[in-house]
């Protein structure tokens, strides 16, 4: 694919269930982010996945949040007993490391709303 | 505690005329500066980027000035294009890569034929 894909677009869930969120990269991609952006604010970074280095999840907000990557490929996004407040946009991003700054490709992102 | 600051949400300018957009931080071991901007319904696209040791960046209609003393930077879109309506968010970075990026809140800009 040409471009950074998420899926689904949109997710609408009850508080208290889970919710897996998926990313694919751009082909060649190392490195991949996630981010959340919430009503109103910029983008806050949560996860950080480089190669096959263990991932930087110092963003991470709770521990009911865990992301996973598939070598240099999908990753997935995971929110166990989703709280209202998890409600936001989640953006996925991959880079290639090679740019000075490091320039980033964001997919369109995934609006999730808990009720 | 904002790093990052983009004290207007909105902006309009009239076609063919200048854009400033604004941007404030507050930390001084801030390296990169970058702006992205954001269509509906579609991801953030990187534009443009300015290093610490510079004070200005241009690339076509758009250029980045950087005030290291004031801590602000600026995004100036001249002439302004109706296309160019979208959310335009500022990014810091200490370092190079993308997990130490921190974005500010976007500025929406409405460029009015």
């Known amino acids: 694919g040409a471009g950074v894909s998420q899926s689904p677009s949109n997710k609408v869930t009850e508080k208290g269930k889970d919710v897996e969120l998926r990313c694919d990269p751009i082909?060649?991609?190392?490195?991949l982010y996630w981010y959340r952006q919430r009503l109103g604010q910029g983008l806050e970074f949560l996860i950080y996945?480089?190669?096959?280095?263990?991932?930087?999840k110092s963003g991470l907000p709770s521990d009911r949040f865990s992301a996973e990557r598939t070598g240099e490929s999908v990753s997935t996004l995971t929110i166990q007993r989703t709280q209202q407040e998890d409600s936001a946009v989640y953006l996925c991003?991959?880079?290639?490391?090679?740019?000075?700054?490091?320039?980033?490709?964001f997919g369109p992102g995934t609006r999730l709303t808990v009720l | 505690d904002q790093q990052v600051k983009q004290n207007s949400p909105s902006l309009s300018v009239q076609e063919g005329r200048i854009s400033i957009l604004n941007c404030d931080y507050t930390?001084?071991?801030?390296?990169?500066f970058l702006w992205y901007k954001k269509y509906p319904a579609e991801g953030p696209t990187f534009l443009i980027s300015i290093s610490s040791i510079k004070d200005k960046n241009e690339d076509g209609r758009f250029t980045v000035f950087l005030n290291k003393s004031a801590k602000h930077l600026s995004l100036h879109i001249v002439p302004s294009q109706p296309g160019d309506s979208a959310v335009y968010f500022c990014a810091a970075s200490r370092g190079n890569y993308g997990q130490n990026f921190v974005f500010g809140p976007g500025t929406r800009l409405s460029v009015l034929p």
């Open positions: 930390n001084s071991m801030f390296d990169y």
């Open positions: 996945f480089q190669g096959n280095s263990a991932p930087d």
């Open positions: 082909s060649g991609h190392t490195a």
């Open positions: 991003a991959s880079s290639s490391r090679t740019s000075t700054p490091d320039t980033q490709y």
